[in-house]
């Protein structure tokens, strides 16, 4: 039996109440002290003090647990007050008391057009308004999200995905007379597809559906069909890791990666390995872990055959993870270097891998890095040229690289831009329901604030205010 938490004393101090607040993001995110501690690499002893109240945190540690439970600043925010010299008083009168479900007792606009299916044990992370006008992201349960949608939005949230998509269970798969390596090879093109348009939350179910489809089928397989089954086993994980990192589940994102890589040794594909090394260090930098990303994407550059697509995708992730070091020489200087393996690669058609990167791609990977940089109207015209020449399909794309045009043109200081662009993708946040769009625009929200009195931004805001959850 475990043991029982200690009593904590959030009304005693500041650090009392810090410590606290800490504790209760982690417990709703159903983490140990000694999980969260392998994940953020700090001393469980250190992290249980500050909980209780006994240590103060450093600004590292609070950082380290805002990012990794998805806090969605609020601790940062609390610790910065304390920090400034705020009292109790002023603490607890913008306190969310252990915010949870039951938050979500209004109309859920811009989560209401996702699948209810919970991508992980912890729920669907949804942006909430507070009392005292910051947004929040908290972790609703796939119960506490029917309730808070109600039954005629739920049946709604999936009517209107196309037949195509809805690729047959196993029985049928194997009963139907098509080859089901030709069959899963197509249904993952089809379910690429409807992720772009219509958003992870619809797909991820299916994704997991022919995952569960391809281990069944390899029991009764041997030699090319057995290992054509791996590699498409290798495939459909990374596809689900990509799905969860777009909603913001790192967790559930890291579990399929784990498993994509692991199937990839299996394959016997070497380069389907080095493509998943390579997708490790992006979701690294999406999580905000430049150490991690920079390693891993180097250790897949490595790894990748001399001049190779495969070298330029592992670079140009490593260069955003020298941003997130605030290495600004290091990171211009891999992405002229991912640049120049594109320029002079290798020719492999018969390569499916990495595809997709060409210079258009590498661009706003590196608007996205200055961004990161502070310099943000090269940022915001970075982003500008990677949107007009992104094929019509890349809907949910197109609605990240506004979110991110907007959140540059506020840190340049050109507010009507900046909410005239960020309503484009308040739009395709809304149809998708992806957790990269929603929590720029949960930043863009908070930079807008002292240009309340702009038309576009009181638009904007209003806007944004209607398509969130609001604390009740």
């Known amino acids: 039996m475990g043991q029982r938490p200690n009593d904590l004393t959030p009304h005693a101090s500041p650090q009392h109440y810090l410590g606290a607040e800490m504790r209760s993001w982690r417990s709703q995110r159903g983490l140990s002290l000694g999980k969260l501690s392998k994940l953020i690499r700090f001393n469980t002893s250190y992290m249980a003090r ?108 999936t009517s209107d995905l196309p037949a195509a998509a809805c690729a047959p269970r196993q029985p049928n798969l194997l009963l139907s007379g098509a080859d089901p390596i030709e069959h899963l090879r197509e249904t993952r093109r089809v379910l690429i597809d409807n992720d772009n348009l219509f958003g992870p939350h619809r797909v991820i179910p299916l994704v997991q559906q022919q995952i569960a489809a391809i281990k069944a089928l390899r029991a009764d397989r041997r030699g090319t069909d057995r290992r054509q089954l791996i590699q498409l086993q290798t495939q459909y994980s990374e596809l689900c890791g990509w799905l969860y990192q777009d909603i913001g589940d790192f967790r559930a994102a890291q579990h399929w990666m784990h498993e994509a890589l692991e199937a990839s040794h299996m394959s016997g594909d070497p380069e389907l390995t080095v493509y998943v090394l390579a997708r490790r260090g992006q979701l690294a930098g999406d999580m905000r872990d430049p150490i991690e990303a920079v390693d891993v994407a180097e250790a897949a550059e490595d790894l990748a055959a001399p001049r190779s697509r495969l070298a330029a995708v592992a670079a140009t992730y490593a260069a955003h993870g020298h941003a997130l070091r605030n290495d600004a020489a290091a990171c211009q200087q891999a992405y002229d270097h991912a640049r120049d393996l594109l320029g002079t690669m290798d020719s492999d058609p018969a390569s499916p891998w990495g595809v997709w990167l060409d210079a258009p791609y590498i661009e706003v990977q590196r608007a996205h890095s200055l961004a990161i940089l502070g310099d943000h109207r090269a940022a915001a015209e970075g982003f500008r040229s990677a949107i007009v020449r992104l094929p019509p399909g890349y809907h949910r794309d197109r609605g990240v690289y506004l979110a991110r045009e907007a959140v540059a043109h506020a840190g340049a200081g050109e507010a009507e831009q900046a909410a005239t662009v960020g309503a484009q993708a308040l739009s395709i946040g809304i149809e998708t329901g992806s957790a990269r769009i929603t929590q720029e625009l949960a930043r863009l929200d908070g930079d807008l604030d002292k240009w309340r009195a702009v038309p576009a931004v009181a638009d904007f805001k209003s806007a944004m205010d209607d398509a969130l959850i609001h604390q009740s």
């Open 50 to 157: 500050v909980e209780r109240g006994g240590q103060a945190a450093s600004v590292e540690l609070v950082k380290a647990y805002d990012r990794e439970l998805q806090a969605g600043d609020s601790l940062n925010r609390i610790q910065r007050s304390i920090l400034e010299g705020a009292s109790l008083d002023v603490l607890l009168r913008g306190h969310v008391a252990n915010p949870g479900t039951h938050v979500a007792k209004e109309p859920v606009a811009l989560v209401a057009r996702a699948a209810l299916e919970a991508p992980s044990a912890e729920g669907i992370s949804v942006p909430v308004r507070t009392d005292d006008g910051r947004i929040i992201f908290v972790s609703l349960s796939r119960r506490a999200m029917i309730g808070a949608l109600g039954a005629g939005a739920a049946l709604a949230a």
